[in-house]
C-alpha cells in the first residue's frame, strides 16, 4: 500500500549540528593508508632515536645505506603483526580498549621479533637500547592511535552519505554496517567512517526509522547539496536505477563532484564480505575469473605452494600419527582416519580424510546432523584434536592430491549443499574455487551450525572468490597462526 508523502516541513531532517560539514572527509581506505602511514613513520622514528641514543649511529652516506636494512625489517614486522591482529580494522581502530591489547600486543611481537633477528637488525650493545626502543614505540603508537580514535574516528571526519533506495527496519546490509561500525547511541557508524544523515526514496516509511526518509529522488541532487553530502550509497535495483528520470538525477550528483557507489562496495570495503542480498542478483558472479597471464600465473603459484605446504604437512602428519593413535587406543577406541564425502571444486564429491574426532558410527542412529559445540558424540580426545585443528592433518593428503587446496571455501557434505542451495541459491558459487584447509570464512568468523551462520560464512566466500589473489591467500594463512597457537579450533 502506498504511503502519501510527507510534505517538507513534516519530513524528519538531521539536527542541525548534523548540517555541519567536516573539513576533511575520510574514505575507509585514506584511513587504513593514515594509520599505516603514521605507525611506519613513529616506529621507524622509534628505532633511530633509540640507536642514536644508545646504540651508536654513524651519519656518513655508506653507513646509512647499510642500516636501510634495519628499517625495512622493522616494517615487514610491523606490517605482519598489524595483519595477524587485526590493527587496520577500523571499528578496532576506533575502540580505546581494543587500541590497548591489539597495539599493545603488536608493539611487544614485534620489537621482540626485531631484536632477535641477527644482521637485518642493530647490533644490541647495550641492554636499555631494547627497552628504550620498546618504550618510545609503545608510547609513540599508543599516543597516536588514542588520537586517531578520540579525534579523526569522529563525526567531524566521518564521510557524510546519502542512502538512495528505500529503506526497511530490519534491513541486514545498514544494520551489518552498524555492526561493523562498533555501533554507540551517540555514533552509530563510529568506526565506519560514514555519517549516514538519511535515505531518498519514492515512498516515505509508514513510521520513522533509525535512518530519517528525506523525500523522493527527484529531490536528490538537492538535498545532496544543501547536506553537504560527500557520498550516495545506492541501494536501488539495477533495473530501478537505470529508469531515466533516476539516471538523469544520479548522473547531476555526478556532475556536482558527490561520489555514487553502490551499497555492496561499501559493504564489502567495511565488513571483508559479499552481501547474499546483492549476490542473488549481481552479475559479477556470473563471470568467470579473468583468463589473463596474471590470474594463470597466480593459479601455478598457488597450485605450486599447495604442494610444497602440502608434502611438509604429511612430514608432520607422520609424526603425529603415534601419539594420535596411543591416545585413541587408550581413550577412544576406533579407527584412527575418518573418511567423509565433501563438495569440492566444479560440484564433484571427493573422500576429506581426518583424524577420527568422534564416536565410530556416530551418525548410524541420526544420519547427517550439524556438529554443535557441546555435542556428545566428540570424544575426549576428538575435543583436544578439534582445539589444536590437529584433526585436519591428514587433509594434506587432499591436497597433494588436488582435490583441495591450502586455502579457500571449506568443502560442505553433500547432504547439506542441497538444501543450503534451495535457501541460498547462489551457494553454488563456492564450487568455483577449489576447497581449502583454511579461508577467509574460518579466520573470520566462529563455528556455523546453522543457516544464519552458513549465511555470514557464504558471504566471507564470495568476498575471497571474488578477490582471491596470492596476496590474500598469504594473509589468511598468517591470520590462521593465531586460531592454532590460541587452540580456538573447533
Same mark, same amino acid.
Given at each position: 500500500?502506498?504511503?502519501?508523502?510527507?510534505?517538507?516541513?513534516?519530513?524528519?531532517?538531521?539536527?542541525?549540528?548534523?548540517?555541519?560539514?567536516?573539513?576533511?572527509?575520510?574514505?575507509?581506505?585514506?584511513?587504513?593508508? $593514515?594509520?599505516?602511514?603514521?605507525?611506519?613513520?613513529?616506529?621507524?622514528?622509534?628505532?633511530?632515536?633509540?640507536?642514536? $641514543?644508545?646504540?651508536?649511529?654513524?651519519?656518513?652516506?655508506?653507513?646509512?645505506?647499510?642500516?636501510?636494512?634495519?628499517?625495512?625489517?622493522?616494517?615487514?614486522?610491523?606490517?605482519?603483526?598489524?595483519?595477524?591482529?587485526?590493527?587496520?580494522?577500523?571499528?578496532?581502530?576506533?575502540?580505546?580498549?581494543?587500541?590497548?591489547?591489539?597495539?599493545?600486543? =603488536?608493539?611487544?611481537?614485534?620489537?621482540?621479533?626485531?631484536?632477535?633477528?641477527?644482521?637485518?637488525?642493530?647490533?644490541?650493545?647495550?641492554?636499555?637500547?631494547?627497552?628504550?626502543?620498546?618504550?618510545?614505540?609503545?608510547?609513540?603508537?599508543?599516543?597516536?592511535? @588514542? +588520537?586517531?580514535?578520540?579525534?579523526?574516528?569522529?563525526?567531524?571526519?566521518?564521510?557524510?552519505? @546519502?542512502?538512495?533506495?528505500?529503506?526497511?527496519?530490519?534491513?541486514?546490509?545498514?544494520?551489518?554496517?552498524?555492526?561493523?561500525?562498533?555501533?554507540?547511541?551517540?555514533?552509530?557508524?563510529?568506526? !565506519?567512517?560514514?555519517?549516514?544523515?538519511?535515505?531518498?526514496?519514492?515512498?516515505?516509511?509508514? =513510521?520513522?526509522?533509525?535512518?530519517?526518509?528525506?523525500?523522493?529522488?527527484?529531490?536528490?541532487?538537492?538535498?545532496?547539496?544543501?547536506?553537504?553530502?560527500?557520498? $550516495?550509497?545506492?541501494?536501488?535495483?539495477?533495473?530501478?536505477?537505470?529508469?531515466?528520470?533516476?539516471?538523469?538525477?544520479?548522473?547531476?550528483?555526478?556532475?556536482?563532484?558527490?561520489?555514487?557507489?553502490?551499497?555492496?562496495?561499501?559493504?564489502?570495503?567495511?565488513?571483508?564480505?559479499?552481501?547474499?542480498?546483492?549476490?542473488?542478483?549481481?552479475?559479477?558472479?556470473?563471470?568467470?575469473?579473468?583468463?589473463?597471464?596474471?590470474?594463470?600465473?597466480?593459479?601455478?603459484?598457488?597450485?605450486?605452494?599447495? @604442494?610444497?605446504?602440502?608434502? $611438509?604437512?604429511?612430514?608432520?602428519?607422520?609424526?603425529?600419527?603415534? +601419539?594420535?593413535?596411543?591416545?585413541?587406543?587408550?581413550?577412544? /577406541?576406533?579407527?584412527?582416519?575418518?573418511?567423509?564425502?565433501?563438495?569440492? #571444486?566444479?560440484?564433484?564429491?571427493?573422500?576429506?580424510?581426518?583424524?577420527?574426532?568422534?564416536?565410530?558410527?556416530?551418525? =548410524?542412529?541420526?544420519?547427517?546432523?550439524?556438529?554443535?559445540?557441546?555435542?556428545?558424540?566428540?570424544?575426549?580426545?576428538?575435543?583436544?584434536?578439534?582445539? !589444536?585443528? @590437529?584433526?585436519?592433518?591428514?587433509?594434506?593428503?587432499?591436497?597433494?592430491?588436488?582435490?583441495?587446496?591450502?586455502?579457500? /571455501?571449506?568443502?560442505?557434505?553433500?547432504?547439506?549443499?542441497?538444501?543450503?542451495?534451495?535457501?541460498?541459491?547462489?551457494?553454488?558459487?563456492?564450487?568455483?574455487?577449489?576447497?581449502?584447509?583454511?579461508?577467509?570464512?574460518?579466520?573470520?568468523?566462529?563455528?556455523?551450525?546453522?543457516?544464519?551462520?552458513?549465511?555470514?560464512? #557464504?558471504?566471507?566466500?564470495?568476498?575471497?572468490?571474488?578477490?582471491?589473489?596470492?596476496?590474500?591467500? &598469504? &594473509?589468511? =594463512?598468517?591470520?590462521?597462526?593465531?586460531?592454532?597457537?590460541? +587452540?580456538?579450533?573447533?
Amino acid at each position: 500500500m502506498s504511503v502519501t508523502p510527507l510534505s517538507a516541513r513534516e519530513r524528519p531532517r538531521p539536527s542541525p549540528s548534523e548540517l555541519i560539514g567536516p573539513r576533511v572527509a575520510l574514505s575507509p581506505d585514506e584511513r587504513r593508508l $593514515i594509520l599505516g602511514l603514521a605507525d611506519l613513520l613513529i616506529l621507524n622514528a622509534a628505532l633511530l632515536a633509540a640507536t642514536v $641514543i644508545w646504540n651508536g649511529f654513524d651519519p656518513t652516506p655508506a653507513a646509512l645505506l647499510g642500516y636501510a636494512k634495519w628499517f625495512i625489517t622493522l616494517t615487514v614486522y610491523w606490517l605482519i603483526a598489524g595483519s595477524v591482529l587485526d590493527l587496520y580494522d577500523l571499528a578496532r581502530a576506533a575502540s580505546g580498549s581494543a587500541i590497548a591489547l591489539n597495539a599493545g600486543l =603488536a608493539i611487544g611481537l614485534t620489537v621482540a621479533a626485531y631484536v632477535t633477528t641477527p644482521w637485518l637488525t642493530p647490533p644490541v650493545l647495550a641492554r636499555s637500547y631494547v627497552f628504550g626502543f620498546a618504550a618510545m614505540s609503545l608510547a609513540g603508537v599508543l599516543g597516536w592511535r @588514542l +588520537f586517531y580514535a578520540r579525534v579523526l574516528a569522529q563525526v567531524g571526519f566521518h564521510r557524510r552519505a @546519502l542512502l538512495l533506495g528505500a529503506w526497511h527496519g530490519d534491513d541486514v546490509l545498514v544494520e551489518d554496517l552498524r555492526a561493523a561500525g562498533a555501533a554507540s547511541r551517540s555514533n552509530p557508524y563510529r568506526g !565506519t567512517g560514514y555519517q549516514i544523515v538519511g535515505y531518498v526514496a519514492s515512498e516515505a516509511p509508514a =513510521a520513522a526509522g533509525p535512518v530519517p526518509w528525506l523525500g523522493p529522488p527527484e529531490e536528490l541532487a538537492c538535498l545532496a547539496r544543501g547536506l553537504a553530502v560527500d557520498e $550516495i550509497i545506492v541501494t536501488q535495483e539495477l533495473p530501478r536505477l537505470l529508469e531515466p528520470a533516476l539516471y538523469e538525477v544520479v548522473l547531476d550528483c555526478q556532475e556536482l563532484g558527490i561520489r555514487v557507489t553502490p551499497l555492496s562496495e561499501v559493504y564489502q570495503r567495511l565488513t571483508a564480505r559479499f552481501p547474499v542480498q546483492y549476490a542473488q542478483r549481481d552479475p559479477a558472479l556470473l563471470f568467470s575469473a579473468d583468463d589473463r597471464p596474471a590470474w594463470r600465473l597466480y593459479v601455478a603459484l598457488k597450485r605450486l605452494m599447495d @604442494l610444497a605446504v602440502s608434502l $611438509i604437512g604429511l612430514a608432520v602428519t607422520g609424526l603425529t600419527i603415534p +601419539f594420535v593413535a596411543l591416545a585413541n587406543a587408550l581413550w577412544a /577406541p576406533g579407527p584412527l582416519f575418518y573418511r567423509q564425502e565433501r563438495v569440492g #571444486l566444479g560440484g564433484r564429491p571427493f573422500p576429506l580424510l581426518k583424524f577420527r574426532s568422534m564416536a565410530p558410527d556416530a551418525e =548410524a542412529a541420526t544420519g547427517a546432523v550439524w556438529s554443535s559445540d557441546q555435542d556428545d558424540r566428540i570424544t575426549p580426545v576428538g575435543h583436544w584434536l578439534r582445539r !589444536t585443528r @590437529l584433526d585436519e592433518l591428514p587433509q594434506f593428503v587432499n591436497v597433494l592430491r588436488g582435490e583441495m587446496s591450502l586455502v579457500g /571455501p571449506r568443502p560442505e557434505r553433500p547432504e547439506f549443499v542441497g538444501e543450503l542451495a534451495r535457501q541460498l541459491p547462489i551457494y553454488r558459487v563456492r564450487h568455483v574455487a577449489r576447497p581449502g584447509i583454511t579461508g577467509w570464512a574460518q579466520i573470520r568468523y566462529r563455528y556455523g551450525n546453522s543457516v544464519e551462520d552458513t549465511r555470514v560464512k #557464504l558471504e566471507y566466500d564470495l568476498y575471497y572468490i571474488l578477490r582471491r589473489n596470492l596476496y590474500l591467500d &598469504l &594473509l589468511i =594463512a598468517v591470520k590462521t597462526l593465531p586460531v592454532l597457537l590460541g +587452540f580456538r579450533g573447533k
